[in-house]
């Protein structure tokens, strides 16, 4: 079980810290091309959701590893589920019906949340 959550919450760490990195540092004109939804968020949201998802990607990683306040490892996991619980939503208001991203997402995310209620 250690093994299969370090190998999930790992994947799931990095594609989220890269995604956070990218939403914090890049201007719109060069999200946009992978982002459609860019222009429906104003920039500070844009900026603050990738923080959100910068601390959670280490919230998946440094609780378990140091085991100081391992519970918010689940809760960053939790937290990712609702965070694309939100996007989904995001994604069908606007038109785009390519959601399956976001429902891979949620279904990493669900098995790191049940992963870490093992460690």
């Known amino acids: 079980m250690n093994i299969a959550y370090w190998t999930v919450a790992g994947l799931l760490a990095l594609f989220y810290f890269y995604a956070g990195t990218l939403k914090m540092i890049r201007s719109r004109d060069q999200l ?3 982002m459609a939804w860019v222009d429906r968020l104003p920039l500070p949201g844009l900026r ?12 998946l990683i440094l609780p378990p590893l140091t085991g100081i306040a391992p519970w918010l490892a689940p809760a960053a996991a939790i937290g990712f589920v609702l965070l694309q619980t939100g996007a989904i939503a995001v994604h069908l208001t606007g038109g785009d019906r390519r959601i399956a991203l976001n429902a891979g997402l949620i279904a990493t995310a669900a098995v790191t949340v049940w992963l870490a209620t093992g460690l």
Not at 48 to 59: D, R
Request: no cysteine; aromatic share 0%; charged share 15%.
């Open 48 to 59: 603050a959701l990738g923080a959100v998802e910068t601390l959670g990607a280490a919230g």
């Open 32 to 34: 946009r091309p992978m």
